[in-house]
């Protein structure tokens, strides 16, 4: 079956650096994705991986190992704003996104 | 600039009962999604459209169905509301021929079935 798997909550403080993990099995790759979804809200699309290596976006990062199966998002000079859920999802071969459960981040001051 | 637009916000409905839920964007994108997400769980493809006239089932079909008679428009129909279907449901919509192929949700609406 495709999983993808990634922390339940993580926990981290104002002005810090913090990387949420996100593991994959899936029927092909044709991409990673990473949202963030504010509680009671819509996600919103941080970043897209298809190659292997780091992509910088101001203070987000992503990275991806496609021979391994994974993947993280490094968020830098975390303010109280990016206390929300990380959601990974991956594109498979039908070009579906498979999504996971996605990671609670708890900033605190 | 509206984006993906979603209504109702809120319903409760009884079992038995039916609904449709309304999905429009302005974008002119050509695909659009349905989703579900309950705590704890991912989010979860109910049906897609990849143009107008054209549908397709996605994980969790059971209990709905939808129509893409226009480009904007991707209605959701729940027949027989039962409680498995209480969640929040999102609209979403990409243009497949962009870079990253990225999804512009809506707002999302929240269902409860009692």
């Known amino acids: 079956g495709q999983n993808i798997d990634q922390p339940t909550e993580m926990t981290a403080t104002e002005g810090a650096i913090v990387q949420i993990n996100c593991t994959y099995q899936?029927?092909?790759?044709?991409?990673l994705f990473w949202y963030q979804q504010h509680a009671g809200e819509a996600p919103t699309f941080l970043s897209y991986?298809?190659l292997d290596g780091l992509e910088e976006k101001g203070r987000f990062s992503s990275f991806l190992s496609r021979s391994k199966g994974y993947s993280y998002l490094l968020l830098k000079e975390l303010q109280m704003k990016d206390s929300a859920s990380y959601l990974c999802a991956v594109e498979d071969s039908n070009y579906q996104l498979i999504w996971g459960a996605g990671t609670k981040l708890i900033i605190k001051p | 600039n509206a984006g993906v637009t979603q209504t109702p916000k809120f319903r409760i409905l009884k079992i038995g009962q039916s609904m449709t839920l309304q999905c429009t964007q302005d974008?002119?994108?050509?695909?659009m999604y349905w989703y579900r997400q309950d705590p704890g769980m991912g989010l979860k493809l109910i049906y897609y459209s990849v143009g107008a006239g054209i549908t397709d089932k996605g994980e969790v079909p059971n209990g709905y169905n939808v129509s893409r008679s226009t480009t904007e428009d991707f209605p959701l129909r729940l027949e027989l509301a039962a409680p498995s279907q209480t969640s929040v449901y999102f609209c979403a919509s990409s243009k497949r021929e962009t870079d990253t192929g990225e999804l512009f949700f809506g707002e999302g609406s929240r269902l409860t079935v009692l």
């Open positions: 991986n298809v």
């Open positions: 899936t029927s092909g790759f044709n991409g």
């Open positions: 974008m002119n994108h050509n695909y």
